[in-house]
């Protein structure tokens, strides 16, 4: 069974760093890729950053620069470090992963873990 497991959400200050976690129980599939999205409150939901399983990453424009996404092809775990952090709605960050076996590739979804910045 897929299972997606997120951590390292919580409350930091502005302009602090945080780095969430994300664990993949992936059972039968390979891992296509990996990200990270968000959502806020009244707003949808945002790429925040993705990387593949040949390493290529792509960033939402508003963290480039000040986030990055890497992987634990090992642990099957990809990690987003947040630095430069800005006070904001309280975001949820969602952890996903593409699974792919010889016929279908689909995402899974974690369940979410919210990170709220203090001014």
């Known amino acids: 069974q897929v299972q997606l497991v997120e951590s390292g959400g919580g409350l930091v200050q502005a ?3 945080l780095r969430l976690s994300c664990a993949a129980s992936r059972g039968i599939f390979s891992i296509a890729g990996m990200g990270w999205y ?4 009244g707003k ?6 993705s990387i593949t399983s040949e390493s290529r990453t792509n960033y939402g ?3 480039q620069g000040r986030f990055t996404i ?9 990690y987003l470090q947040m630095n430069s952090l800005e006070p904001e709605a ?3 960050y969602y952890c996903y992963a593409d699974l792919y076996d010889a016929l279908v590739t689909r995402a899974y979804w974690g369940p979410g873990t919210p990170v709220t910045v203090s001014s």
């Open 15 to 17: 302009g602090g760093s």
């Open 38 to 41: 968000r959502q806020a409150p």
């Open 44 to 49: 949808q939901r945002e790429l925040v950053a």
């Open 61 to 63: 424009d508003s963290v």
């Open 70 to 78: 890497s992987t634990d092809n090992a642990e099957n775990t990809v």
């Open 90 to 92: 309280t975001p949820v």
